[in-house]
């Protein structure tokens, strides 16, 4: 037996050696069905099917031993229930079978195959939901502070509240800053497009740096923006006034719009200025070639 698999594994290694592109398909082809594995597992490892696959891997192992140490009749068994276990299977998994099959090519299998939205996109759509949020806050006068991390990391102060690690929703940060509510005092951080944590504490300004008819609100967002390049939204509690704070300035009584073209300028423009050209459309593109060329002529006749 060792004999025949020794001439085996030398029979592979000429065929490789005559044909070396033929070792690069076989290498490709085994990281990619690794790749597909392994990003499979980690969908399925927070879901039911998880509990299915630890399951199918012990029948299988034990199948395996049974008949390694001549268990006959268990092996018999254990046999038997993997050749009929996958009809049972698809019988038992059928609405999970039916819903993995209706989201292909949505955003779970999109993230698998690495076509998942680019981060300026995301960032966009995250800095709507906040200019949403915002608002309803507004209009309830129920203060807010929101902190953007940008690119100086502010894990200290992630660290001194309560992590929350959820995806950005306008939903969400209402809630948060509900009165009464344990999470309510503090700042909201968000890292990385996702709400990292809440009832965090920030560094204050000093009292001339600010007006004194602004609260402790304004002071921490103004003190965060001075420690950071971080930006934050306030709401106000007395007057559900929104002001931005950055670089250690505060912009006051900005409206829902306004507040869009603050961040989006700040947060996504200045950080992805070339996707920002790329994602211009293809009628923008072809007005400011003709817009050039017409400048590019009148100056030739001049």
Aim: aromatic share 6%; proline share 2%.
């Amino acid at each position: 037996m060792l004999g025949d698999i020794k001439e085996n594994i030398l029979t592979y290694i000429q065929l490789y050696q005559q044909n070396p592109f033929r070792l690069i398909t076989v290498i490709i082809d085994i990281t990619l069905v690794i790749f597909l594995a392994y990003n499979l597992l980690k969908i399925v490892k927070d879901s039911r099917a998880w509990q299915l696959i630890k399951g199918i891997a012990l029948l299988v192992i034990a199948t395996w031993l049974s008949g390694w140490l001549n268990l006959n009749v268990l092996n018999y068994i254990l046999s038997a229930v993997m050749n009929w276990g996958v009809i049972l299977l698809i019988i038992i998994f059928q609405p999970e079978i039916r819903r993995a099959l209706e989201q292909l090519g949505t955003n779970k299998f999109t993230k698998l195959f690495g076509m998942d939205k680019d981060i300026a996109t995301r960032t966009k759509e995250d800095i709507y939901k906040i200019a949403i949020a915002a608002t309803e806050l507004s209009k309830s006068r129920t203060g807010a502070l929101i902190v953007i991390e940008r690119d100086i990391k502010i894990k200290d102060i992630i660290a001194t509240g309560v992590e929350i690690d959820a995806e950005v929703s306008p939903q969400m940060l209402v809630n948060i800053f509900v009165p009464n509510t344990p999470l309510h005092d503090g700042a909201v951080v968000i890292s990385d497009n996702r709400i990292a944590a809440a009832a965090c504490m920030l560094p204050l300004a000093g009292d001339t740096d600010i007006a004194r008819e602004l609260g402790t609100r304004h002071r921490a967002a103004i003190g965060i923006s001075k420690e950071s390049d971080a930006i934050a939204v306030v709401v106000s509690e007395e007057t559900g006034k929104i002001s931005v704070a950055k670089d250690g300035t505060l912009i006051a009584d900005v409206r829902e719009e306004v507040l869009k073209k603050i961040l989006i300028s700040n947060i996504v423009t200045k950080r992805f200025p070339e996707k920002e050209n790329n994602n211009k459309g293809f009628v923008e593109i072809i007005k400011e070639k003709i817009t050039n060329f017409k400048n590019k002529k009148t100056k030739d006749q001049v």
